[in-house]
């Protein structure tokens, strides 16, 4: 709860109760729609502190909580976050045709019906493209991801499967399933700036409310994002996110267990726990100790100084970095990401990408003579939050 000025109001004198909504409250920003029968133990501490839980949401982050009997539904208004895609159940961020067949299938199964054959569903889906005037093929490319959308759908709760499994219509056009799907879960999935929403640029406009209230859109900046960088914001705007840290510090506790972390070149709001971030770092595995190691194999900011950029390395650089250091690693490595580098290093750069860590940068911007009409893959600079991870850090080095 908070006062007029935003500030944390004590909810209860129980700690309990305290850990249980806290716990709530990180779910909920983890997983925006929560289903009982996946998370029954949390679904019922949302329910037991809804009224605080939503006047959390509503006073401090401009977001609101929708609570039925069996689903609840954290909509995010007030700040968009960029890198941060939707995946499929093997964690591979959606291409550009599994978004359009996942709003194909969302319009043809708002109005229900709650039982539906996979065939049926198809033929519906080809009828909305018709009429939005997108062209499918039913090639297998397609099948292969309308396969990866309904799957997506499953796992959120949005459909079940009562009689066979959509898996098999990826090789074969003729199989069929049939489905068990949940309207009223779907009808919750648009956030309500998309009423009215002339087109997707006045949409992107209306979600972000970074000019209307800018003390909420910074902190969900700081909740959402793993480091707001003082070249985010305007100078009015970092001079009261600096005034107000102790109060922001107070209120991330309170709610996330986050920890802030203040530099000169931005914030950071750190979880101990590391599992609120929606991608993990440092992490394990092939991509995450690639993505440690070339931490350290890209240049910083020259110097360490902490007013200084780091530059810009072009596209085939960083390639060549992460065949070296496949090259190195490929005893301990996956054999399959040693083989393709430059898809290692798609994949490390997305997640460098993802925790504000580096940033793209047009090839123009790394030093790349670009050719007109032809594509170049954008440059890679590392920004400041990098320096908390190289291995080794000078006395005079920013210390993030």
């Known amino acids: 709860m908070a006062d007029d000025r935003g500030a944390p109001v004590p909810l209860s004198g129980d700690p309990q109760a305290a850990v249980e909504r806290r716990a709530a409250a990180r779910h909920l920003v983890q997983r925006p729609l929560t289903c009982l029968e996946h998370d029954p133990e949390i679904f019922r501490l949302v329910r037991r502190h809804e009224s605080d839980l939503d006047r959390w949401f509503t006073q401090r982050l401009g977001y609101r909580l929708h609570v039925g009997a ?26 550009q045709l599994e978004y359009v067949l996942l709003a194909l299938v969302l319009a043809s199964t708002a109005a229900g019906p709650a039982v539906v054959s996979l065939r049926d569903l198809v ?10 005037d997108i062209r499918l093929t039913g090639d297998s490319t ?71 209230v800018s003390r909420q859109w910074m902190r969900c900046r700081l909740v959402e994002d793993p480091v707001l960088y003082r070249d985010d914001l305007t100078a009015a705007e970092w001079g009261e996110l600096r005034r107000r840290l102790g109060e922001e ?5 309170e709610m996330f267990d986050l920890v802030i972390e203040a530099r000169a070149e931005g914030v950071a709001a750190v979880d101990p726990s590391g599992s609120l971030a929606g991608a993990r770092f440092p992490r394990g595995g092939t991509e995450g100790h690639a993505a440690l190691l070339l931490l350290d194999a890209l240049p ?51 997640l460098l990408v993802e925790v504000r860590l580096a940033q793209r940068v047009p090839a123009a911007g790394a030093g790349v003579d670009v050719k007109p009409g032809v594509d170049v893959e954008p440059g890679v600079r590392l920004l400041p939050a990098a320096a908390r991870f190289r291995p080794v850090v000078r006395a005079q080095e920013s210390l993030w």
């Not at 510090?249 to 506790?253: A, M, Q, S, Y």
């Not at 360490?304 to 390639?319: H, K, L, M």
């Open 70 to 95: 069996d689903t609840a539904r954290l909509f995010k208004t007030s700040v968009l976050v960029a890198d941060r895609p939707l995946r499929s159940g093997t964690g591979r961020p959606f291409h």
């Open 123 to 132: 033929d519906k889906v080809r009828s909305a493209a018709a009429e939005a």
């Open 142 to 212: 397609e099948r292969r991801a309308l396969v990866a959308v309904l799957r997506w759908m499953i796992d959120l709760g949005l459909a079940g499967e009562l009689h066979a499994r959509v898996d098999a219509y990826a090789e074969d056009r003729e199989a069929d399933a049939v489905l068990k799907v949940r309207p009223d879960r779907i009808v919750l999935l648009p956030l309500p700036t998309l009423v009215g929403a002339a087109d997707a640029g006045d949409l992107l406009e209306r979600a972000d409310r970074r000019g209307v």
């Open 249 to 253: 510090e107070r209120i991330l506790d």
């Open 300 to 350: 910083s900011a020259s110097g360490g100084n902490e007013g200084s950029s780091a530059p810009a390395v072009p596209w085939d650089d960083v390639v060549v970095a992460v065949r070296r250091l496949a090259d190195q690693q490929a005893r301990r490595w996956s054999k399959d990401l040693v083989a393709a580098p430059e898809k290692l290093a798609r994949n490390v750069v997305q």
